[in-house]
């Protein structure tokens, strides 16, 4: 979970972005030597697919209760892994019932978007509000009190959207696809699948793993490139969708020990990890100003209200000093070149590099 942290004194500004960010914590598996079989590659991807799928369906209940901003990281963070194996197995744009399962996960994860965002900032809020000194304490309760009104509505719409998915039945069509008693899908199986979806056979897997990872790299350059272009919020919060999905990608790789991807998995962690302070601090902006938008809140609370909108100010000044951030790691960086080499070697010799694992 990203955290802010107001600081003190009399040019304080809203947060403390001097420090670097610390990666998400997350275990780490073992290096191994690949034990992959060849030809058993797809067996394995399916098996990812399933772990995922169970870690998926495992938080919804605790989702649905709506008091564990965890579950609710955890099953957003599970869908877009589940996704990603997905796009292995069935290269999109798919058709047909695999189309309709995707949806469900991509729908799922962004119904929760906004109910994650306001648990975000009410943790920083929070911590602000525990400290003995805290400044403008008052502004500060006001905003927490706007987010907790803000989260009970945005989770009843969340609830609503989630109840009419039919999550079981998502539950047993997919698995259903994905294994026949923990197995590959029975041959009658997949015939069941959509008719524009071949079989996957043992000699398409360096294929497949050449051409996703040659389609997202592409578009998580492009991406970058783009922000450091044209640096409007927009833009650059889909570098950081852009990075998210590269690095599940590199998780799936690093599954086979491919040397290298530990690396790449921790820089692209750190990247993500910092767009997601700015995210953050770009959210806040916006609950903010919706705020000081309200024409009751203005006559009624003028006061909190000309402090808020110093405190937006500051927070421009905090947001920007992560852009620059952002810009020295992304910019033909080190790391961003050890990457490029990284990708052109497994897109001209998958195989071989599978192998070496």
């Known amino acids: 979970m990203h955290s802010v942290k107001e600081t003190t004194g009399h040019d304080a500004t809203v947060l403390d972005v001097s420090a670097s960010p610390e990666p998400e914590q997350e275990p780490r598996p073992e290096k191994k030597v690949r034990t992959v079989a060849p030809g058993e590659e797809w067996n394995k991807i399916r098996k990812l697919a399933v772990r995922q799928l169970e870690r998926f369906m495992s938080l919804e209940p605790k989702v649905l209760r709506g008091d564990d ?7 957003r963070v599970a869908s877009r892994r589940l996704q990603q194996v997905l796009d292995l197995l069935y290269f999109p744009p798919s058709a047909g019932e695999i189309r309709k399962l995707r949806r469900v996960i991509r729908r799922s994860r962004r119904s929760l978007s906004k109910v994650r965002n306001c648990d975000v900032l009410l943790q920083s809020v929070g911590a602000r509000l525990a400290r003995k000194r805290a400044s403008r304490r008052e502004i500060w309760t006001a905003v927490e009190h706007y987010l ?4 009970s509505r945005t989770f009843e719409k969340s609830l609503r959207k989630i109840s009419k998915m039919n999550m079981a039945g998502f539950y047993v069509h997919l698995k259903g696809r994905l294994t026949v008693n923990g197995q590959k899908p029975h041959p009658a199986a997949q015939k069941l699948l959509d008719a524009g979806t071949q079989e996957l056979l043992p000699g398409q897997f360096y294929e497949r793993i ?3 990872l040659e389609h997202v790299t592409q ?12 640096p409007r919020a927009p833009v650059i919060h889909a570098a950081r969708i852009a990075t998210k999905r590269l690095r599940y990608l590199i998780e799936v790789i690093r599954e086979f020990g491919v040397s290298g991807s530990d690396e790449l998995v921790v820089w692209l962690r750190n990247l993500q990890h910092l767009l997601g302070e700015w995210h953050d601090l770009e959210v806040l902006e916006e609950m903010m ?15 909190i209200a000309m402090g808020l909108e110093k405190l937006i100010l500051r927070n421009r000044v905090a947001k920007k000093t992560l852009e620059e951030k952002y810009f020295l790691m992304a910019r033909d960086s080190f790391e961003l070149r ?20």
Do not use: C
């Open 69 to 75: 901003p965890d579950a609710i990281h955890d099953m």
């Open 148 to 151: 907790h009104q803000r989260r």
């Open 210 to 212: 050449g051409e996703t």
């Open 219 to 230: 578009a998580f350059e492009d991406q970058i490139a783009q922000s450091l272009a044209d």
């Open 289 to 303: 100003i919706e705020m000081v938008a309200r024409p009751e809140f203005l006559r009624d609370q003028l006061e």
């Open 338 to 357: 050890q990457m490029k080499e990284w990708v052109a070697y497994l897109l001209s010799a998958p195989s071989a590099a599978f192998v070496k694992a």
